[in-house]
């Protein structure tokens, strides 16, 4: 079993950025593959970024690539999401996952969610 819960969500203008952090707890840390996927209102959840088990090996969706950036800390069993630039489309409900590769993230399959972090961007 494995317990994500994320922070640093919140309101922010359009251009600044923000930085997100999932704490992972409950399992070995680097067993799985951690990633971030978001939910706008009215939408299906999408998937944002992952990072595979060494952290070596990083997984963009087009929207966001060159503007986010995920990585992991494994002394402090955190993976964190620093957005920049940001647009009022980036605006939902982030929410941190873990599966055993990140490849798996990529295709949308994770195996334990966090209860997810609100970010709202203002234009």
């Known amino acids: 079993q494995v317990q994500l819960v994320e922070s640093g969500g919140g309101l922010v203008q359009a251009g600044d950025s923000l930085r997100l952090s999932c704490a992972a707890s409950?399992?070995?840390?680097?067993?799985?593959?951690l990633g971030w996927f978001r939910q706008a209102p009215g939408k299906e959840r999408e998937f944002v970024a992952a990072?595979?088990?060494?952290?070596?090996?990083?997984y963009y969706a087009d929207s966001i690539k060159g503007r986010f950036t995920i990585s992991r800390d494994s002394a402090k069993n955190t993976v964190y999401l620093q957005m920049s630039s940001l647009k009022p489309e980036d605006t939902a409900v982030y929410y941190c996952?873990?599966?055993?590769?990140?490849?798996?993230?990529?295709?949308?399959?994770?195996?334990?969610w966090g209860q997810g972090t609100q970010v709202t961007v203002s234009s």
């Open positions: 409950g399992d070995t840390f680097s067993n799985y593959g």
């Open positions: 990072i595979s088990r060494g952290g070596g090996f990083t």
């Open positions: 996952a873990a599966a055993s590769t990140a490849i798996s993230l990529r295709t949308g399959v994770a195996r334990y």
